[in-house]
């Protein structure tokens, strides 16, 4: 999508196959900071520490940090070990074991000297898989926008999400976005309210997305969609998905689940974007059976954000390479220099603190998945009609 | 309740009557700032500026501010004309309109000469009066408590609490918390989980409180309540109220209405507790009728707390007085003088919000109010029969 006015994917791999250049989000919104991540290693701590995020992304980063490390150790054993280490990074994602799972097959099938290349087009494939899913998403969650915005006889639509969904957590387009931007592209008015979506306030991808490609939009504290429900200034909303069970059970960012009862409460339509690899076709029940992670409290007893400007004291990680961007984004315009971070600590200094990241929103909910294959009711049967090659034997 | 080992009130009048100490909220809780309030323009200003909030409490508090009018403007004009700022310094709460109510009848019934010491008089009455509510709330919520606690034969209770309805909203005890801390006086093991309360973290307040009171307590954010909830985490939610309906429509905090949703879809009881003075017997529809305030944005896109040790700049607004709190507590404890508040700002500069102060949850979603004249259901007739003298000919 569009940063600084020019088209830009979330994963640019090096010509050279040395590295994959990513956006380190824990900068945004404040500076464009882009980091070359060039091992296993550096991919493994970008996922953890959340530089990456978005199940859709860390699926492809993880595919690429597998294939640099069969440039160190091509052997099955060694395939195996970094296979594991880099789903251990998040528990909760289904779409990391999926790209993972993927990468492993087609590494195994060669002989060693062929895998880096094998491995190199696969993560390739797996990318540019992710675009054309994620426009096929955007073009279907369009139809609803569309009928939605016909019944409300041309006035503006307001659409809640909560979380990012957006490119930034994919390679473009995003999940629950898709649709937004491409009825924003179409020249329907259309407004987004975005949950702030404590505690790593996500929100704020969200906001810098819609704002950079121009998508009107405004914060509010994820205690408010309630509120705006209940006074008819919602018309639907959309999130993405960390992982959807078989008969329809959504996992998805800590506070989905009060938005889907506060949407049920009122009437307004519920709908979750995924594309297929978050389907866990092994898990049903998503409240008894998915792992949530838990993080560290100090996300919640502290809040990180800019200063008032002083020193600029950059955000990149020790042992990470900040790098300039490629192409054609002038330098000079992608950080704030006199910007410094930092965080506050609203509580008192003895405070605990749990930091649950997810939630699962049952699929009685749900009024309906977007995926790349179309829309389907919230169910087993709805799923499968979408993906009969899933459908085994009682 | 307990502060720093000791009890103190949230108000302590001067004898000599020239004006009251309050804390400044805004200080806690890194620090416990008292201020002297003198006039009715001290008293607005710290209602509306929020150094102190909690409905009970500003009712009281401009209460004072009528008292202290009077002595430079005893006329029926100069209480009318102060009577009107005080009451818009807030627009939701309904408490104010009591208290403030209560003052001018009391002080319209006198000649001017004894206006000042009736209005003194008065205040203080409401004043005790508070505690003594709240303390009874306390006792009738404690018998739900015990009687959950029972049937969990003996482990831990958990509580969920939204926002702040403790003692510093109040003068003493406070609301929803004077269950709370009677239940941990009495021995019973209790925990709460403090909801943070965004966009101004009252959730720190109460984290503060319990844990001077030392009563376990766990925070976490708005959107965790109803993963908690899933999981049998929660046994109950207990909330304030700014203001009841006659039908028994809640307007608390925003987000109340969102906890109360999850409640239901998982059988956890929900009471609100509250005081006489903040049921409106004027208003059926509380979504339809209550107005609800909207604050700054500049709530929502900045988040306020401690920054790493530094300058000690106090947050003393300009015209205040900080005092030296009188009493018992060695001043030298009452303030980490290393300690600087700063604020973070997590969004792109130019990204717009919308602050909702408060929401309303029906009545259809709450398990019963705990009032000072017992517990009742959600309803009109449950209302009714615990207030009788207020049931009017249909």
């Keep these: 999508m569009r940063v600084l006015g020019v088209h830009r994917r979330s994963i640019i791999a090096a010509t050279d196959q040395r590295g994959i250049e990513v956006i380190d989000q824990r900068a945004l919104p404040h500076a464009l900071s882009i980091l070359m991540l060039r091992t296993a290693g550096d991919v493994a701590r970008a996922i953890r520490e959340m530089l990456v995020r978005g199940a859709p992304l860390i699926g492809v980063v993880a ?9 160190e150790d091509a052997s099955d054993a060694g395939i195996e070990r970094t296979y594991r280490t880099l789903l251990a990074t998040r528990p ?9 799972d993927k990468m492993r097959e087609a590494l195994l099938a060669v002989p060693s000297a062929e895998r880096f290349d094998t491995g190199w087009r696969c993560a390739q494939a797996l990318c540019d898989d992710d675009v054309a899913t994620n426009f096929a998403i955007g073009k279907h969650g369009l139809t609803l926008l569309r009928s939605l915005f ?5 006035s503006r639509l307001n659409v809640l999400t909560h979380c990012n969904a957006g490119w930034i957590a994919t390679v473009d387009w995003g999940t629950a976005l ?3 931007y491409l009825a924003h592209d179409s020249g329907m008015p259309i407004h987004v309210w975005v949950d702030e979506t404590r505690p790593r306030n996500q929100g704020a991808l ?20 309630g509120h705006l429900m209940q006074h008819g200034l919602v018309d639907m909303c959309i999130v993405g998905a960390d992982r959807v069970t078989a008969r329809g059970d959504v996992c998805n960012k800590i506070g989905t689940y009060l938005k889907a009862l506060a949407a049920r409460d009122n009437g307004v ?3 979750v974007a995924l594309p297929y690899p978050t389907i866990d076709w092994t898990v049903e029940d998503g409240i008894g059976s998915i792992p949530i992670e838990e993080r560290d409290p100090s996300e919640v007893l502290s809040v990180y954000g800019a200063v008032d400007h002083a020193d600029p004291t950059g955000p990149v990680p020790p042992g990470l390479t900040a790098v300039d961007p490629a192409g054609p984004v002038p330098p000079a315009q992608l950080a704030t220099p006199t910007l410094r971070w930092g965080s506050v600590r609203p509580y008192p200094a003895a405070t605990r603190a749990a930091n649950y990241a997810f939630d699962v929103t049952p699929a009685k909910l ?29």
């Design 150 to 154: 016909d019944r409300k006889s041309g």
């Design 269 to 271: 339509p519920f709908y």
């Design 206 to 225: 969200t906001a810098w997305e819609l704002g950079q490609h121009g998508v009107q939009h405004t914060v509010v504290v994820d205690s408010a969609g």
């Design 63 to 71: 595919a690429y940090g597998l294939c640099f490390a069969v440039r």
């Design 92 to 100: 909760t994602a289904v779409n990391l074991r999926w790209a993972l």
């Design 366 to 394: 749900i009024t309906g998945f977007i995926t790349e294959r179309g829309i389907t009711p919230a169910s087993r049967e709805g799923l499968r009609s979408l993906y009969p090659e899933r459908v085994r034997a009682p």
């Design 178 to 180: 898709a649709p937004i």
